[in-house]
């Protein structure tokens, strides 16, 4: 039996046609890496707060909330697809850079 629930959560609660198979595979793609990214960026933090570093913490704190924004504008409309794709590259591109710096 699946669960209609979980699998509606992958594809951002859209409901996809047989020929749209391949955006509905993006869409579990980048959920997917939404919960990844929240899960980073929540251990991120908490480990920045343990070992008493706070530098990165409030730029891990903005990064968590757009993606939280994200998340939700990909609910709202599916055109909002390679717009959030591309945010959620630049977004990370950038932090990684912020690290070697």
Known sequence: MKN???ENFFTSGWDFKEDESELKNKFQMVNI???????GLIFGISANILRATPALI????VLLLSAVGLMLALRINKKYFKVIS???TLQYSILFLLWFI
């Open 33 to 39: 890496v939404f919960l990844l990214s929240f899960a």
């Open 4 to 6: 209609k629930l979980l």
């Open 86 to 88: 591309f945010l959620m």
């Open 58 to 61: 409030p730029v891990e704190t």
